[in-house]
T-cell receptor, first 111, second 114 residues
Framework: EDQVTQSPEALRLQEGESSSLNCSYT??????LFWYRQDPGKGPEFLFT???AGEEKEKERLKATLTKKESFLHITAPKPEDSATYLCAVGAHTGGFKTIFGAGTRLFVKA | NAGVTQTPKFQVLKTGQSMTLQCAQDMNHNSMYWYRQDPGMGLRLIYY???????DKGEVPNGYNVSRLNKREFSLRLESAAPSQTSVYFC?????????????FGEGSRLTVL
């Protein structure tokens, strides 16, 4: 069964305290690993796409990496404005294309 | 650039009532989707339309119907609302003719069914 699991469910950091969010997945016919950011009361906003193991993408304080079984979203020296829910999703090709989302990690960064 | 626009933003229904959620995108995307988001669960696909004139069921289609009115608009209808349909509904669009995952979302429609 195709599945995406994110951990931890919630993460509280002090400003400047670097950490990582995890996304583990089980999927047949992977067609990309995606990260989104979601602010309260808003729709998810696309951040990154990763297609193959070993690939890395960066944007400001965020860096996403991919292995064959999981992805990490590394947050370096976070600021309060990085507080949001981060969603991981995989594109799968099983009987047609579909996108499977994890439940998300809620990140709180305190000044 | 409005992107994906959903209406209404909030709605309260009584059990058995019907309603339609409207969605429009101005990015000339081929594919459009309806998701629901519930606490502790990931976004779950209700229906999608890979291109104008086609619609397909997603993971949780029961109790819903959709219409792809034209390339810009994709509506979701609840014929007889149930409390289990209390959720936040998101419309999304993407540029390709397949569900590739790089989705552009609206701001959501918050539905409560009493």
């Amino acid at each position: 069964e195709d599945q995406v699991t994110q951990s931890p469910e919630a993460l509280r950091l002090q400003e400047g305290e670097s950490s990582s969010l995890n996304c583990s997945y089980t999927v047949s016919g992977l067609r990309g690993l995606f990260w989104y950011r979601q602010d309260p009361g808003k729709g998810p906003e696309f951040l990154f796409t990763l297609y193959s193991a070993g690939e890395e993408k960066e944007k400001e304080r965020l860096k996403a990496t991919l292995t064959k079984k999981e992805s990490f979203l590394h947050i370096t020296a976070p600021k309060p404005e990085d507080s949001a829910t981060y969603l991981c999703a995989v594109g799968a090709h099983t009987g047609g294309f579909k996108t499977i989302f994890g439940a998300g990690t809620r990140l709180f960064v305190k000044a | 650039n409005a992107g994906v626009t959903q209406t209404p933003k909030f709605q309260v229904l009584k059990t058995g009532q019907s309603m339609t959620l409207q969605c429009a995108q101005d990015m000339n995307h081929n594919s459009m989707y309806w998701y629901r988001q519930d606490p502790g669960m990931g976004l779950r696909l209700i229906y999608y339309s890979a291109s104008e004139g086609t619609t397909d069921k997603g993971e949780v289609p029961n109790g819903y119907n959709v219409s792809r009115l034209n390339k810009r608009e994709f509506s979701l209808r609840l014929e007889s609302a149930a409390p289990s349909q209390t959720s936040v509904y998101f419309c999304a669009s993407s540029g390709g003719t397949t569900n590739t995952g790089e989705l552009f979302f609206g701001e959501g429609s918050r539905l409560t069914v009493l």
